[in-house]
């Protein structure tokens, strides 16, 4: 190998490293930021209460959760926000108690007087089609942002073609050339 290709391999080895670290890092950033949840819990699919269904796992008839319905960019404890279907959801949102939901007073019930929500049944087990499933506030009521998908996708691809170039860099580094098996059949 000669020093110009070894300069050159050596520049690309260290070009995909910086580039993978740095797209690792920025996909570390997007979900510890919050970006990724806030994409995820995007718009309300219905008319009701945006919640952080997190803050009220522990509720039961005897000792049910209230919920301060307040207005608010942002859910903080035990809060629920009004909500309008296609309206963007307050951060720390992770469900929607629907309209339907209070009226039933099954489960949720709203307290006027309190201005506040009464929760008595977080979860139950609820049967669809044949199947078994654990029925809670958390993801309902939530339409997400279709372009967080193509985001996901895109950063594994762009993630993907850094390593491999970083990996090619690296073999030239070792002067080690891989052959390409050739897979046609032997006549």
């Not at 080895?13 to 690792?24: E, T």
């Not at 570390?28 to 990724?36: E, R």
Request: glycine share 6%.
């Amino acid at each position: 190998m000669t020093p110009t290709e070894k300069k050159k391999a050596w520049v690309k080895l260290i070009f995909w490293f910086a580039a993978s670290v740095a797209l690792a890092s920025y996909m570390v950033y997007s979900y510890a930021s919050g970006q990724m949840v806030r994409w995820y819990y995007y718009t309300a699919s219905t008319d009701g209460y945006a919640i952080d269904a997190n803050t009220f796992n522990k509720a039961t008839p005897a000792q049910p959760v209230r919920l301060a319905i307040t207005a608010s960019d942002e859910i903080i404890g035990t809060q629920a926000v009004p909500v309008k279907n296609g309206q963007r959801l307050p951060a720390h949102t992770n469900g929607v108690i629907s309209l339907s939901d209070l009226k039933s007073g099954k489960r949720v019930a709203l307290e006027s007087e309190a201005n506040s929500i009464r929760v008595m049944v977080p979860s139950r087990i609820a049967e669809s089609k044949g199947f078994k499933y654990r029925d809670t506030f958390k993801h309902k009521g939530v339409r997400t942002n279709p372009w967080s998908g193509v985001w996901n996708v895109a950063m594994i691809l762009i993630l993907g073609f850094s390593l491999g170039k970083f990996a090619e860099g690296a073999t030239d580094c070792m002067s080690i050339k891989i052959e390409k098996i050739d897979h046609a059949i032997a006549h």
